[in-house]
Each structure stands twice: as C-alpha cells, then as structure tokens.
C-alpha cells in the first residue's frame, strides 16, 4: 500500500511536497557529522531531494546506495543525473539487499514514519551498519508537525515518529547506542550508534 501511494505521487512530489527551503536541508546535513569518503545508505531516498546535501559532505570520494520500496519515486532520482557515487536499488529497508557491515551511516531522511514494521527496519539497519557507525533519522519539521500532517492523509495516518521515550525504547531494543534524540520547531534529528562489539 504505501508503494503505490508514494509511486502514486512520484510525478508531483518535487513540486508539491519535497522540502524546497534548501537552507534547511543543509542546515540538517551538516548536523549528520558525514566524514568525506564515507559510504552511506540512503533509505527513503524517494526523488533524490537529500543527495545532494549529502554530497556536499562525504565529497567526490564518498558512496551513497540510495534505496526506496516505490520505483516511480526512484526514478525521478535516477533520471535527474545526480553527480556523485550512487546505486539506485528498488528495496525495503525491512530487507535490505546488501551483505555484511558496509555503512558508515543509515541516513533516513523525511522517510522513517513510513516503514510499516519499525523494529524490523531498525534490525535491518544495524545489520548493514559498521561496529562504531550511525543510524540518523531526520527531518526538517518538528516530530509534532509530521504527525499532524500525517493524521490527515488517510493513507499515512498511522505512519508516525514516535515520542521520545518510545523512540529511545524502538533503538535501545533493536541494539542500538549512544541515543540522542533533538525535536524542536522545524526540526527533528535521533542519532543512534552501532556498538563496536555487538
Ligand atoms: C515522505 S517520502 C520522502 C522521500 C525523500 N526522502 C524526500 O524527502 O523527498 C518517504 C519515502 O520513503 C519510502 N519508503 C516508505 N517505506 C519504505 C520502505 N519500507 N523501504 C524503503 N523505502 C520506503 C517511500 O517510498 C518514499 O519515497
């Protein structure tokens, strides 16, 4: 279902909904603390509107595989011609097609809400994640905006970013550390680490 209600939206997603303030994108990008040369996975990559800002980090050197459930979504990131190391790969983050601790970090950006069972998603993620890298989940509206929002489309109503404790409990279960969670007016950022040893 929510494949075909994002594929749905891929031809009016830029225009209409994808965050345009590019200000804040940054903003939110230079928060991630990406290294150049780091290979990242992007999940709920959708149109592409976060790869360049994450670009602008990790640099020429750096590796993105960039995975969304909805091909059509997919596809306006692909035919944009983005500069940079990336794979486009039709997934869900619930099986994420890709062997062993690969990534310096998960960045979900503007997607997590969406993913239908979380602490599968979060199983999936630390999987792929090296010992000592990150998992980010950020937005460029405050937690309390989103689920507003999200409350009064019918298709997404039950796709929310959970409150803080419930957030800390969903990592913490799923073995993640190092949790920080930062909700404020038009922001949100929850930081997480996968232990050295596991
Ligand atoms: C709100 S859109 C955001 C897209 C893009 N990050 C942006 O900011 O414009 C959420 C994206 O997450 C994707 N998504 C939802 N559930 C997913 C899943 N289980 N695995 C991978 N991608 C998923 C959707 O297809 C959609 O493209």
Known sequence: MIRA?????????????????TAKLERMATRLNLKPGFKILDVGTGTGVFLPFIFGKIGQDGQVIAIDIADEMLLKAKVKGLPGNIDYLCADVMEIPVVGEVFDAVVCYSSFPHFQDKPKAFAEML???????????????????????????PDVRHDILPAGDDMQLLLSAAGFSDIAIEDDSDSYLARASKPQMV
């Open 127 to 153: 999987r792929v994640i090296k010992p000592g890298g990150s998992l980010m989940i950020c937005h460029t509206s405050s937690r309390a905006h989103i689920n507003e929002i999200h409350s009064q489309i």
């Open 5 to 21: 209600y994002f594929n749905e939206r891929a031809d009016i997603w830029d225009e209409t909904v994808a965050e345009k303030d």
